[in-house]
């Protein structure tokens, strides 16, 4: 069973920040883009942002210009650092290889933007 498992997620304030983190096998991770998805109460997940195993990254129209993901090989950790955060951002983050893998899903960090 392959594990990746996510943190970093909390409530926060609109406007306010959050660095989520997963950490993925090294197998995985080091050969693999990856890449962080979000699903939001009674919406489909969807892809915010991608990082190639060379650094090139995509991010959802929804997030550009406020979120920036990571990755560091040494740690087998992949980060997503968002900014400006507004209440439809509300929802669980999980981190998956891009495309991703059924097999893959961890648990996810909650996200709550709110006063």
């Known amino acids: 069973q392959v594990q990746l498992v996510e943190s970093g997620g909390g409530l926060v304030q609109p406007g306010g920040s959050l660095r989520l983190s997963c950490a993925a096998p090294?197998?995985?991770?080091?050969?693999?883009?990856m890449g962080w998805y979000r699903q939001a109460p009674g919406k489909q997940r969807e892809l915010v942002a991608t990082?190639?195993?060379?650094?090139?990254?995509t991010y959802a129209d929804s997030v550009k210009g406020r979120a920036t993901i990571s990755r560091d090989t040494a740690k087998n950790t992949v980060y997503l650092q968002m900014n400006s955060l507004k209440p439809e951002d509300t929802a669980v983050y999980y981190c998956?290889?891009?495309?991703?893998?059924?097999?893959?899903w961890g648990q996810g960090t909650q996200v709550t933007v709110s006063l």
């Open positions: 998956n290889t891009d495309p991703h893998r059924e097999d893959y």
């Open positions: 090294g197998i995985i991770f080091r050969f693999s883009a």
């Open positions: 990082i190639t195993r060379f650094h090139t990254t």
